[in-house]
Nanobody
């Protein structure tokens, strides 16, 4: 079974930092672009960041550019999202997902491209 499992969420004060992890099992991720997304109650799902499979090219939404950093360790089959300077508006459930139709050199934060999703991890930022 192919599974993605997010971890690292929690409660943090505004201005603080969290590091999220996305661990894969049942599949090697070295051929797949990976994206991070979030969805808060009553809001649409928002693409935040993505990273390409091998050359590790990154893409960021305007809302998180300069604050969040995506990275990956293919040997550990894990992708990370370092979140700094967190704001109350960042409060959401955060998801990772795998794109099975990946192209080299570029990735997309369009959620329609992603086929396999994790269960999500809650991030709450207090003011």
């Amino acid at each position: 079974q192919v599974q993605l499992v997010e971890s690292g969420g929690g409660l943090v004060q505004a201005g603080g930092s969290l590091r999220l992890s996305c661990a894969a099992s049942g599949v090697a991720l070295d051929a797949n672009n990976i994206g991070w997304f979030r969805q808060a109650p009553g809001k649409e799902r928002e693409g935040l960041s993505c990273i390409t499979a091998r050359d590790r090219r990154e893409n960021y939404a305007d809302s998180v550019r300069g604050r969040f950093t995506i990275s990956r360790d293919n040997a550990k089959n894990t992708v990370y999202l370092q979140m700094n300077s967190l704001k109350p508006d960042d409060t959401s459930v955060y998801y990772c997902a795998a794109d099975w139709r990946s192209f080299p050199g570029i990735c997309s934060t369009n959620e329609g491209r992603y086929e396999v999703w994790g269960q999500g991890t809650q991030v709450t930022v207090s003011s």
